[in-house]
Each structure stands twice: as C-alpha cells, then as structure tokens.
C-alpha cells in the first residue's frame, strides 16, 4: 500500500446492499475500457444467489445480459502476494462487497513469492504474482489444491521509474542508462550518460540513492527482466525476484517500502508500480527500450505493449504467459499480473466465491485501472480469462 513499508496491508470490504444482489461479473461487450503473514483459510459455508440478467456499471449504466456470469456468494476469500497489484485489489474488494452481500475478500501485499508459498502450501485461497510458477512450486499448488492450479492475468501495469529530484520534473533514461544506474556505475546525476538522454535539461551533481526490493518480488524479476533483454552488456546481474546489488543501494520491502525510501531521498530512484508514485507524488521517467522513442507508462501506452509483447504459454485453462521485452512499442517496462487459483476447491462453496470475485475482477474490474495507475487488459486476453475462470469450481 502507499503509507506503511512494513505493514501488511489487509483488504476487506463486506457490504449489504439494500435491494437484492446482482451479479458478480459483467463485462460490457468485453473490450477493455480506455483507458505477508501467511493468511490461514477459514471453510464457510456460502449460498449463491441467483445471477441478475443486468448488474450496473460503475458508471451506473446498466451492463448487456452476460449468461457465464457466476453468481454472487455469501463468505470470505485469504489472499495473498503482489504488492504490485494490491491498490488494484483494495479497489476490488470494494466494489465486489458493494455489488454481492456478504462477500469479504481479505487480501495482503506480501510480495509475489510469499504468495506462491502460500497457495503452495494452503494459507491461502488464491494467490497474487506478478510472476509464473516454476515447476516445482506448480506441483506444490497441486497438491495443496488437490486439483490443477491455474495462472490468470487480472491486470496489467508498467514498472516505473520513480525518483526524487529537485527541479527535474521530465527526466529521460534510456535502458542502458537505467542499467548503468542500477548497477552503481553511475553515480550522479549530472552524469554524461544521463545529460546524453535529456539535452537541454539542467541536472544537478547529486548522489543518485539506489532503493531496490529485498523481499522475493516479481516486480524485481520483471524489471531485471526488462534490463537482460533490452540493455545488452551494460546490465550483467541477470534476473530473478531477487537480485544482488551493488553495497550502496538500499533495500526496503514491499512496492510501498521503496516508494517511501524515495519520497524520503533527495536524488532517490527505484522500480515500481506507477500507482506508489502517484500515492507519494513522485514523478516517474520516460523510458526508452528497444524502439527509438521515450514513453511513460500510460494505460495506452501499457496496453498496447501488453498487446504487443505478452504471449500466453500455458495450456487449458492454464494462462500463464511470457514477456517479450523487445517487441514492446509502447511503454517498454509493462507486465501483466496474476492470480493463481485452484481450479476444483476441496469447499465447492469457496471455490464458487473465488470464481465469482476473479470472474468481476477481469470484466467489470478493470473500469477501475485507469484511476489507480493501470491498464486495462487487452480485449483477447480478457475473453480467455473468462473462460478459465469460468473452469473455476
């Protein structure tokens, strides 16, 4: 979340509505609008009410018929994981609890790999990532589910480039620069390399303070990812969720940990999710990778990377996918993130409610993007993703 960097953040919406329930999850003609601790699993026992042929979207219109739609339930939801999308999932558990009575979703921002830990070992009903699972982590979500566990995309974001310097509000930096940067090669900001990226801008000598994630994070796979296909011999650490540093960068927990490290440090810069700057009022740099030009991560310029640059590699109901960094057009720091859940849940009355909520988190859900600093995702992968989760049971 944006105020604490040691603080998990706990999400819980339950709200009654006045008159009857509509349904979970509807998607207008399904296009994308424009744009830890480990938590233990409680059974409960929930009954679905029947799905309303219309639901309202947020803007009060009413949505056209869509017969997949699951039901509303009534219980609560453990999550778990990617601090990336938690502002997503606070905006969601919402508006889910506002929409089906008696619904609760309790979701904390323990970074990617906790979340795979737990859905791995059953604390938690589904799980956050902004990562796939490797082999051995899909085994152990199988055996905790007692069924196939599934990878889904529920959002899409870039990774910004967030940083603190007076004076400079329009900074540029290209991939190598950025690499150079992170690496603790350059070290000021009147740097040759960094005055290379934006000509005619005054920048001061100031120290540049690295601030970097030290909890197992899939925004820091993402970025180093970002950095090994597009920066060439000027980045050597590779990538992983989590990435050895040079000794002077400073590591704090969590999206919300180094956004305040930033927001505290005059010459500070780190990688992360665009809705932590706005939620700190940090500027973030235009970003060059591949292609010839700048851009910052907009929802367009997210959206049409994730359109260029996403491929989905698993199979079935299987969505997990991979980024293709150098074919990105838009904004060339930009990822999905996921939801991984069980696709038959040992309490069929869990399963329907994890249905329902993922089911209104990729249709009516993604209204929502635009306002907190995301994109919508792109109109193909929604459709897929109603139909994996449909499978939910």
């Known amino acids: 979340m944006r105020t604490s960097s040691t603080a998990a953040v706990t999400l819980a919406a339950t709200v009654l509505l006045g008159v009857g329930v509509a349904a979970c999850g509807t998607n207008n003609n399904k296009t994308a609008s424009p744009a830890t601790s480990p938590a233990t699993s409680t059974p409960t026992t929930a009954t679905s009410a029947p799905a309303s042929p219309m639901s309202s979207s947020p803007s009060g219109m009413a949505s056209s018929p869509v017969a997949s739609a ?22 969601w558990s919402k508006d889910f609890g506002t929409q089906c009575s008696g619904a609760q979703v309790d979701y904390q921002a323990t970074g990617s790999g906790a979340g795979i830990t737990a859905i791995g070992n059953g604390t938690a009903d589904f799980a956050g990532s902004d990562v796939t699972m490797t082999a051995a982590q899909q085994t152990a979500a199988n055996t905790a589910c007692g069924s196939t566990a599934i990878t889904v995309p529920v959002t899409a974001g870039g990774v910004a ?28 900001w ?33 970025f180093t990812g970002f950095l ?39 010459g500070g810069i780190t990688y992360d999710e665009e809705s932590y700057a706005k939620g700190q009022q ?14 910052l991560p907009t929802t367009a310029t997210v959206s049409q990377s994730i359109a260029d640059g996403f491929a989905v ?41 994890v249905k329902s909520y993922l089911y209104y ?24 993703d109603e139909a994996s989760i449909s499978a939910i049971s």
């Not at 597009?230 to 400073?250: D, H, N, P, Y």
């Not at 500027?283 to 990778?289: L, Y």
């Open 70 to 91: 699951p039901a509303c339930g009534t219980g609560s939801l453990s999550a778990q994981g990617s601090t990336f999308q938690a502002n997503m999932e606070t905006q």
């Open 161 to 188: 480039i967030v940083y603190n310097l007076k004076g400079v509000t329009n900074l540029q930096l290209s991939a190598a620069t950025i690499a150079g940067i992170f690496s603790g090669k350059i070290v000021k």
């Open 190 to 222: 009147s740097d040759p390399a960094i005055a290379a990226d934006n000509a005619g801008v005054t920048l001061p000598s100031t120290p540049i303070s690295v601030f970097y994630r030290n909890d197992a994070s899939g925004t820091t796979q993402v």
């Open 228 to 266: 090994k296909a597009v920066a060439g011999s000027s980045w050597t650490l590779g990538s992983s969720k989590t990435i050895s540093f040079f000794s002077a960068a400073q590591g704090a927990k969590g999206s919300a940990g180094v956004a305040a490290g930033v927001s505290q440090t005059s």
């Open 282 to 295: 940090l500027p973030v740099a235009s970003v060059k990778g591949s292609g010839s030009s700048f851009s």
């Open 313 to 353: 590699t698993g199979t079935g109901n299987d969505l997990a996918g991979a980024l293709d960094f150098a074919k990105m057009t838009g904004y060339p720091i930009s990822t999905v993130s996921y939801a991984i859940a069980c696709t038959a849940y040992k309490n069929a009355a869990k399963g329907s409610l």
């Open 361 to 384: 988190a990729v249709t009516k859900g993604q209204d929502a993007a635009d306002g907190l600093g995301f994109a919508s995702l792109p109109s193909s992968l929604i459709t897929k």
